[in-house]
């Protein structure tokens, strides 16, 4: 699974696809050179009670002249029963004051609990980010399109997943966001 990252995406139904954002890590690597200065960030997140279900991540984004790098690190479960981990290196590039865009390489690495072991797989993101008005912004993103093969009896594959979204701001505290996802191998 994708897991959303970050309070801002999480407070706006991770509908961040053409925000500027540290985050943007997660939903959509453009929006990392949109950013103006070196920035870190932690999250924790905790659902139920049941740390089982813990989700946490690191992120650095560091803007060098049109460009932006970036490092992230993402958790998912204990591993007493599963956990997912995710490490990513990013760049982002203005390559204009209206179209921005951004890769990502992937480490995936999945931890099943008992005796079932674990699998890895290196997967890759894009996204691009592009200005129609002085208020209005576009942006799609693509996670997997590798088709990255994560093993095991049945040749299991992570998601490939497609998203589009539109983020349209009134002013500097109304911001509208509308976000939609597919999944290639579901129906």
């Known amino acids: 699974e994708r897991w959303p990252a970050g309070a801002r995406f999480a407070g706006m139904g991770n509908a961040g696809i053409t925000l500027v954002d540290l985050w943007s890590v997660r939903a959509n690597q453009a929006g990392l050179a949109g950013l103006e ?4 960030g932690a999250y924790y997140q905790q659902h139920w009670l049941a740390s089982d279900l813990s989700m946490q991540g690191l992120a650095f984004a560091l803007p060098v002249g049109k ?3 970036a490092a992230s690190a993402t958790s998912f479960g204990t ?3 599963f956990s997912e981990r995710q490490f990513g290196l990013a760049y982002a590039m203005k390559l204009s ?7 990502q390489l992937d480490y995936l690495n999945l931890r099943f609990g008992e005796n079932y072991g674990s699998t890895s797989a290196v997967t890759a ?5 592009a200005k129609l008005s002085e208020h209005l912004w576009i942006g799609a993103h693509l996670y997997n399109p590798n088709r990255a093969t994560l093993g095991g009896p049945y040749e299991e594959k992570a998601p490939t997943v497609f998203g589009a979204g539109l983020g349209y ?9 509308v976000q939609a996802e597919k999944d290639i191998d579901r129906q």
Do not use: D, I, S, Y
Not at 125 to 129: E, K, N, P, S, T
């Open 79 to 81: 591993g007493a029963l």
């Open 37 to 40: 200065h070196p920035v870190a």
């Open 125 to 129: 993101q894009a996204g691009l980010q």
């Open 67 to 69: 460009g932006c790098f």
């Open 169 to 177: 701001t009134f002013n500097q505290q109304v911001l509208l966001c």
């Open 97 to 103: 004051e209206t179209l921005r865009v951004g890769v």
